[in-house]
């Protein structure tokens, strides 16, 4: 099994910055991509950003040039780096991440969710 715990969620107000990380423990040997996504109330879960084991990024048109995801490896943590944040932000950011077993299984793990709230 493998666990994630995230953090750095909260309240900001429009155009500022907040930094999520997600750590990850247990079995983690074979993690390859990990990412976030985000769910905002009423609607469905949505991609937001992942990054491959390799440091390949991927974002989601809503957040690119403004959000920036990044890994540490030695620390299994996933980092996102929100600014110039819009009240269409607003969500529930949940941490995934890719495990690839010894006969090439693929399982996915997800985190609790950190609630991630901009308004003035």
């Known amino acids: 099994q493998v666990q994630l715990v995230e953090s750095g969620g909260g309240l900001v107000q429009p155009g500022g910055s907040l930094r999520l990380s997600c750590a990850a423990s247990?079995?983690?040997?074979?993690?390859?991509?990990m990412g976030w996504h985000r769910q905002a109330p009423g609607k469905q879960r949505e991609p937001v950003a992942t990054i491959t084991s390799g440091g390949s990024t991927n974002y989601a048109e809503s957040v690119k040039g403004r959000f920036t995801i990044a890994r540490d490896n030695a620390k299994n943590t996933v980092y996102l780096q929100m600014n110039s944040l819009k009240p269409e932000d607003t969500a529930v950011y949940y941490c995934n991440i890719e495990r690839v077993n010894g006969l090439g299984q693929r399982y996915p793990y997800w985190g609790q969710g950190t609630q991630v709230t901009v308004s003035s």
């Open positions: 247990g079995n983690i040997f074979g993690i390859t991509a």
